[in-house]
């Protein structure tokens, strides 16, 4: 077997220049558009954000000095943010489908070559075992036998379950173990059933920790009225139950506000 390994090392290190270095610098490709994504989105959550404070301001029917330097202020952020955005949005447009017309070509010649390097790697394994079992056909004398031959034939030779039967733990002390236990029982049901059992355990379990789950508000911060389909929509100081949300304040969280679930930016609110 220590010739089958010499013969197969070549072939993993082919495997790791034409398969996994090719995949790999595959994936550094994808996370660089991630990011891009990411920060796309963050530039929307900004965009909506400013348009909603000016909104809000040229709303007024009577302004003062300090609002009208705010709608200056506002407006400026608001153009800087809708520049950024349209241009992270509309790169994406166009070039996000060029990139996956590219992966396709690039993934193609990948599965092919791992395809034709397993075949390869698995004859070779094949090759080796036939031989050592060729040259040691004493021991494998059920090869040449079908399923249920070979069966019988080496429970002719030795019966692992009679003996098994023969030791002390099953005797009328182990039975008793056994019992105490509560094996005896489990043995009654099928390895199919006592998946299902188990399963069945835990998604109870699953169920009561979750309702046992402290509910958590957040308070807005902004108005925010919604802009799509799914949104939450909420007035400034609004109480908000936080149904879901991630790490990172400038993503897209999810709340609940007068029986109404949606989505809302994680900045425009504060936790509690």
Same mark, same amino acid.
């Given at each position: 077997?220590?010739?089958?390994? !010499?013969?197969?090392?070549? /072939?993993?290190?082919?495997i790791?220049?034409?398969v996994v ?7 550094e490709?994808?996370k660089?558009?991630q990011?891009?994504?990411v920060?796309r989105n963050h530039?929307?959550?900004d965009y !909506?954000r400013?348009r909603?404070?000016?909104? +809000?301001?040229?709303s007024k029917t ?5 609002d009208?330097?705010?709608?200056f202020?506002?407006q400026?952020?608001?153009e800087t943010a809708?520049?950024?955005? @349209?241009y992270?949005?509309n ?20 599965? @092919?070559n ?5 075949? +390869?790697?698995y004859g070779?394994i094949?090759?080796?075992?036939? @031989?050592?079992?060729t040259?040691? /056909?004493?021991h494998?004398?059920?090869q040449?036998?079908d ?7 080496r429970l002719?030779h030795y019966?692992?379950?009679a003996e098994?039967e023969k030791?002390?733990l099953?005797?009328?002390?182990? +039975? %008793? ?5 509560g094996?005896t029982d489990n043995? &009654?049901?099928?390895?199919? @059933?006592? %998946?299902?059992l188990?399963?069945t355990?835990?998604t109870? %379990?699953?169920?009561?920790a979750n309702?046992?789950?402290i509910? &958590?508000?957040v308070?807005?911060l902004y108005?925010y !009225? ?9 007035r +400034?100081?609004? &109480?908000?139950?936080l ?5 990172? %304040? ?11 679930t ?5 900045n425009y609110?504060?936790?509690?």
């Amino acid at each position: 077997m220590a010739y089958c390994q !010499d013969e197969i090392l070549p /072939q993993l290190d082919t495997i790791d220049q034409l398969v996994v270095r090719p995949a790999l610098e595959l994936h550094e490709i994808s996370k660089t558009i991630q990011k891009t994504i990411v920060k796309r989105n963050h530039k929307m959550v900004d965009y !909506d954000r400013h348009r909603a404070s000016l909104n +809000k301001l040229t709303s007024k029917t009577e302004r003062s000095m300090n609002d009208e330097k705010a709608i200056f202020k506002i407006q400026s952020q608001l153009e800087t943010a809708t520049q950024d955005y @349209e241009y992270l949005n509309n790169t994406l447009k166009h070039e996000l489908p060029i990139f996956f017309q590219l992966l396709s070509h690039l993934v193609q010649p990948i599965l @092919e070559n791992l395809y034709h390097l397993q075949t +390869k790697i698995y004859g070779m394994i094949y090759a080796r075992c036939y @031989e050592l079992m060729t040259a040691n /056909q004493q021991h494998f004398v059920t090869q040449g036998m079908d399923i249920q031959g070979g069966y019988q034939w080496r429970l002719n030779h030795y019966n692992g379950q009679a003996e098994m039967e023969k030791l002390d733990l099953l005797h009328a002390k182990g +039975k %008793a173990w056994l019992n105490a236990s509560g094996s005896t029982d489990n043995s &009654k049901f099928s390895l199919q @059933e006592r %998946a299902a059992l188990k399963n069945t355990n835990h998604t109870t %379990a699953s169920h009561a920790a979750n309702d046992e789950t402290i509910r &958590k508000y957040v308070v807005a911060l902004y108005d925010y !009225d919604a802009l799509a389909e799914g949104d939450l929509s909420f007035r +400034k100081d609004d &109480k908000i139950e936080l149904v879901n949300r991630t790490q990172d %304040a400038n993503d897209w969280w999810t709340g609940k506000l007068r029986g109404q679930t949606g989505v809302f930016p994680g900045n425009y609110v504060q936790e509690i």
